[in-house]
């Protein structure tokens, strides 16, 4: 007899884990008894490696905000409020900030082991620096990592049900569909969502990939999830808006969505009924819900909300009175991440004396950081390269710190700084350039910031030609910087000009048949290269950074056309 049980066992588990092994990591059963539960959702977004913020290279001020955000996880997971907890993240997790770069995203992968994530989202920037090495494995889950006491192999699932090699239009192998997992005795089914990335990432990263963004055929495939995980709750887990994911679904397939990718904290009730959460980026904040379960199943989503950790900083500072505001290991992991790479982080450039950064517009689609960068581009190729340039362009996205200087006062800027600026490994190109390209160039970068909205070596005036709800422009004039007025419509003289990779390989880019000047593969990087400029000038002692504040383009309206 007991001979005969354990067979029947053993084969009740075999059709078990057949039943489960289909794209996915079912845990639970069916058969768990349904009294209701009380389930917390957490989610972060587009960390973008800020496991700290290390911005100004002092580690007394130092913002341990991952640690800060797994203490709060921890204090959930341990209350008798919730039944349990269930912890995810939007994407965007490597690319970013240095001790992540660094570290090729080391550091973040042992952050979300340690603090026990459910699952993850496939971003965007997880293919920049190759998605099948650094993101994702070929299991699904996220690779393995090294860094200071701590290595490991994740068994975090990643998670993109829509995503296919381009040549065979097969899914990929290396993201999940779809993972159950099993919370409070109840089966939860979290399918992965992504929207198309061809204009949000270097082309040549994400050519070998088919992204089939279309939201009814994400829908069918969702139905088909369900029907054959029959799971007690359907979350979508999605990088990108999740309005736009909400209301592309059918209420009566999904409970619940949570997004990234937009960089905003948001939360709320879709159109169509679907309650979603978002967070924002650089683990500044974390997004929350709450899941009940009634006795009878029936499900709901309420305590929708998003909440910062940044509104006060010491709080997040390394002090003895704020240990009790971290989890240790956590805490113990960054400061190995830091320590793998301080000796070069730290080492002083110069300093600046105004504040500057990606939102600090100053007119004209013009920003304080976009000056800073296309400043440091054509500086680099007329001081360091010997190169006759006109103009360069970047995209205001690019830009990714923010630096305050207070009234008065002054900011010592560091190596790690400029990797918190510019901290993607673009290239910098020489293009040649008509006047009539030129005018064309502004145009694009008006209409899309991913063409270069960010000039600097020139000025222009402009007719707004668009409406409200689709603004255009018309360049009316070009002036260079050394007073030369560009003629707008002609086929010479040729200008020359400094352009990333990624704006010049954007689809109707002026650039996107045109050769450059020398070949992309010794063409410099931009924070190799900014960082290369700022020593050769501390070291000829012109410590001070300028902040450009110059707005390009300003608009000219009749009244102003007939009056000259």
Same mark, same amino acid.
């Given at each position: 007899m007991i001979k005969i049980k354990f067979f029947l066992t053993c084969v009740v588990s075999a059709f078990t884990l057949l039943a489960c092994s289909d794209d996915s990591n079912s845990s639970g059963s069916e058969n768990t008894p349904k009294t209701g539960a009380r389930i917390k959702v957490f989610e972060t977004s587009d960390i973008h490696g800020y496991i700290i913020d290390a911005t100004g290279g002092k580690e007394e001020t130092f913002q341990y905000r991952l640690a800060y955000l797994a203490k709060i996880f921890d204090d959930a997971r341990a209350s008798s409020e919730y039944d349990d907890v269930l912890l995810l993240d939007g994407g965007d997790i490597y690319q970013g900030a240095p001790v992540s770069n660094l570290t090729k995203g080391a550091v973040m992968r042992a952050a979300m082991d340690v603090m026990d994530y459910d699952?993850?989202?496939?971003?965007?920037?997880?293919?920049?620096?190759?998605?099948?090495?650094?993101?994702?494995?070929?299991?699904?889950?996220l690779p393995?990592?090294?860094?200071?006491?701590? %290595?490991?192999?994740?068994?975090?699932?990643?998670?993109?049900?829509?995503?296919?090699?381009?040549?065979?239009?097969?899914?990929?192998?290396?993201?999940?569909?779809?993972?159950?997992?099993?919370?409070?005795?109840?089966?939860?089914?979290?399918?992965?969502?992504?929207?198309?990335?061809?204009?949000?990432?270097?082309?040549?990263?994400?050519?070998?990939?088919?992204?089939?963004?279309?939201?009814?055929?994400?829908?069918?495939r969702v139905r088909e999830i369900k029907e054959a995980e029959k799971p007690d709750v359907t979350i979508?887990?999605?990088?990108?808006?999740?309005?736009?994911?909400?209301?592309?679904?059918?209420?009566?397939?999904?409970?619940?969505?949570?997004?990234?990718?937009?960089?905003?904290?948001?939360?709320?009730?879709?159109?169509?009924?679907?309650?979603?959460?978002?967070?924002?980026?650089?683990?500044?904040?974390?997004?929350?819900?709450?899941?009940?379960?009634?006795?009878?199943?029936?499900v709901t989503v309420e305590d929708l909300m998003y909440t910062p950790i940044t509104e006060n900083t010491k709080s997040l500072y390394d002090t003895p009175e704020n240990a009790g505001n971290f989890n240790k290991q956590v805490l113990k992991l960054s400061h190995a991440a830091w320590d793998a790479i301080s000796d070069e982080m730290e080492e002083y450039l110069g300093y600046i004396d105004a504040s500057f950064?990606?939102?600090?517009?100053?007119?004209?689609?013009?920003? %304080?950081?976009?000056?800073?960068?296309?400043?440091?581009?054509?500086?680099?190729?007329?001081?360091?390269?010997?190169?006759?340039?006109?103009?360069?362009?970047?995209?205001?996205?690019?830009?990714?710190?923010?630096?305050?200087?207070?009234?008065?006062?002054?900011?010592?800027?560091?190596?790690?700084?400029?990797?918190?600026?510019?901290?993607?490994?673009?290239?910098?190109?020489?293009?040649?350039?008509?006047?009539?390209?030129?005018?064309?160039?502004?145009?694009?970068?008006?209409?899309? %910031?991913?063409?270069?909205?960010?000039v600097t070596g020139l000025t222009f005036e402009y007719r707004d030609i668009g409406t409200k709800d689709k603004p255009d422009i018309e360049v009316v004039s070009i002036t260079l910087d050394d007073g030369t007025v560009v003629d707008i419509h002609g086929k010479k003289p040729i200008y020359r000009v400094i352009v990333s990779n990624y704006n010049a390989t954007i689809e109707n880019s002026v650039f996107i048949d045109k050769t450059p000047i020398y070949p992309e593969a010794g063409a410099p990087i931009d924070n190799q290269a900014i960082i290369e400029l700022l020593r050769d000038r501390r070291d000829r002692g012109k410590e001070h950074i300028p902040v450009d504040r110059t707005p390009r383009g300003s608009e000219v309206t009749e009244n102003m056309k007939e009056a000259a």
């Open positions: 699952a993850v989202s496939l971003g965007n920037h997880e293919f920049d620096w190759g998605v099948q090495e650094y993101a994702t494995d070929k299991d699904g889950t393995a990592y090294e860094i200071g006491d701590f %290595s490991g192999d994740p068994e975090i699932p990643v998670l993109a049900a829509n995503l296919y090699y381009s040549d065979t239009h097969k899914r990929v192998g290396f993201t999940k569909d779809y993972v159950v997992v099993e919370k409070a005795g109840y089966r939860i089914a979290l399918i992965g969502y992504i929207p198309d990335y061809t204009d949000d990432i270097m082309r040549k990263m994400v050519e070998p990939y088919e992204i089939k963004a279309d939201l009814d055929a994400f829908s069918k979508v887990v999605a990088h990108e808006r999740p309005t736009d994911v909400a209301n592309g679904l059918s209420p009566k397939d999904v409970d619940f969505v949570t997004g990234g990718h937009r960089h905003d904290g948001i939360y709320g009730v879709a159109d169509n009924g679907i309650p979603y959460i978002q967070c924002n980026y650089y683990a500044q904040g974390y997004a929350t819900a709450t899941i009940i379960i009634d006795s009878e199943g029936k950064g990606k939102k600090d517009t100053v007119g004209g689609h013009t920003a %304080s950081g976009g000056n800073f960068i296309t400043g440091m581009m054509l500086e680099y190729f007329r001081e360091i390269k010997d190169e006759d340039v006109t103009a360069a362009f970047f995209n205001m996205k690019g830009v990714r710190a923010d630096f305050k200087v207070p009234e008065g006062g002054k900011l010592n800027m560091t190596v790690g700084d400029i990797y918190a600026v510019a901290p993607f490994n673009n290239t910098w190109l020489l293009y040649d350039l008509t006047g009539e390209e030129l005018a064309q160039q502004i145009v694009n970068g008006w209409k899309s %910031s991913d063409m270069g909205d960010q």
